[in-house]
């Protein structure tokens, strides 16, 4: 197991009781902590986007994911199941710490990335994953985030294709049923019950 590094101390309550009764310190965070059930439950529960995106359901970060992995594996079907698993989880912190829009981080700096960075490296080696991700497989899981995300903000998010190609890049061409499929926005339940069914079939090849 990698060594973590914690942070200083505070005085000041850092952690979350999740549904589990785990208790998670947002600072210092253990892997013993972590259980799949209760990040599946507070992602499906997340907006992206604030909220300001159509359908009668949020689009949560739990689809996110799912979608984010459905663009890498699209694009490289033979991607191994290791890396799958590390796009799937690429957003799993924001299941304490929500999703803040980019505007809103480059606001606040390098403290959030610093939280969240931690808790991914929890995650990570709660379930067999490098601590840190390895450069390249950043890489794939940073474009296939950036085509989930014009995906998002054309179908469903008001963006214009002009706009969003010039923020996110390029359409990654989704074949049309797979692409209604994950952008038609999900009940809360649904979304945490496909994205825990996609982890179990990842995690257990």
């Known amino acids: 197991m990698t060594a973590r590094n914690p942070a200083p101390k505070t005085s000041t309550r850092a952690w979350q009781r999740m549904l589990s009764g785990r208790r998670l310190d947002l600072l210092d965070p ?35 994911t799912l979608l984010v992995e459905a663009v890498m594996r699209e694009a490289n079907p033979r991607i191994d199941t290791r890396t799958r698993l590390m796009a799937l989880l690429h957003d799993a912190p924001e299941y304490v710490i929500g999703d803040m829009i980019s505007p809103f981080k480059a606001v606040i700096g390098g403290s959030y990335k610093q939280v969240e960075k931690r808790l991914l490296g929890a995650i990570h080696v709660r379930f067999g994953l490098p601590a840190i991700t390895p450069v390249e497989i950043e890489k794939q899981i940073k474009a296939a985030d950036m085509g989930a995300a014009y995906l998002e903000a054309t179908q469903l998010a008001g963006f214009s294709e002009a706009e969003s190609r010039r923020l996110f890049g390029r359409d990654p061409k989704l074949p049309p049923a797979i692409e209604r499929d994950y952008l038609t926005p999900w009940p809360a339940g649904r979304a945490e019950k496909r994205f825990a069914t996609r982890f179990k079939l990842l995690y257990g090849s």
């Open 30 to 64: 253990s892997p013993l902590d972590i259980e799949i059930d209760d990040i599946a439950h507070g992602l499906a529960r997340v907006a992206r986007w604030n909220g300001q995106t159509n359908g009668a359901h949020i689009f949560s970060v739990a689809q996110h």
